[in-house]
């Protein structure tokens, strides 16, 4: 003969049962979705990690890695007059027609005087005279990192008025250089001569494509 519970005994062990049902699935619930936040946020990292690493593999080169300078570069040896071969166009250079070129001259206080020069279309000159200054690398002692400036010397504390000069490739006889800027925005190739042949001029704007510049844009000046 079958015993059946008093009907408390048996309401007592439903809400038992339901009490433990429904922690169950509370629990279910909620590992399922802090477990699908934690997967999406995952994907969303590997996703932004593959944005910020992409390599030759995924058809972004690594021409977007941090720029490095020539080091060390002899600010002596390197002073004097430039002349412009190519350049990415810019604001400040939209009037120049004609030759352009730049003269570095080391100052005793450890600055260098610029003095840019180009000529107008109308054959007029037009000049700027500014000043540069050695921006620091930790363990790259005389690294070719420089700040310019053209702004009138009481606004030099503003980091602002101050742009980016960094020396990309120089050959060791200090007669080509390739100037950029670490935005990719800037760039210029500069010679002591002239002129400067087609293939070494081609050679520089080829090693400036390898490093992400816009080449494609690039105006050629020194002709």
């Not at 049902?21 to 619930?29: E, K």
């Not at 002899?74 to 007059?81: P, V």
């Not at 790259?140 to 702004?151: I, K, M, W």
């Not at 390739?178 to 704007?205: I, K, M």
Request: aromatic share 8%.
């Amino acid at each position: 003969m079958q015993r059946r519970l008093p009907p408390a005994a048996s309401t007592d062990l439903a809400s038992f049962d339901d009490r433990r049902t429904s922690a169950a699935i509370g629990t279910l619930a909620t590992a399922f979705v802090v477990g699908g936040a934690a997967a999406w946020l995952a994907l969303d990292a590997a996703r932004r990690s593959r944005v910020r690493l992409a390599g030759p593999a995924d058809g972004a080169p690594l021409m977007r890695a941090p720029l490095q300078v020539v080091a060390p570069v002899d600010l002596h040896r390197y002073a004097g007059l430039w002349h412009e071969q190519a350049r990415l166009p810019n604001r400040f250079q939209k009037s120049c027609a004609g030759p352009v070129t730049a003269h570095y001259t080391p100052r005793p206080d450890g600055t260098i005087e610029v003095l840019n020069r180009c000529e107008r279309a109308d054959g007029n000159f037009e000049e700027s005279l500014g000043t540069a200054r050695v921006v620091p690398v930790a363990g790259q002692p005389g690294a070719g990192r420089l700040e310019v400036r053209f702004a009138p010397s009481w606004l030099a504390w503003l980091p602002v008025v101050w742009g980016d000069y960094w020396i990309l490739k120089l050959d060791r006889d200090y007669q080509v250089a390739l100037v950029g800027t670490p935005n990719r925005e800037y760039l210029w190739v500069l010679s002591r001569a002239p002129c400067l042949d087609d293939a070494t001029l081609q050679a520089e704007l080829d090693y400036a494509g390898s490093l992400g510049f816009d080449i494609d844009k690039v105006e050629r000046t020194g002709r």
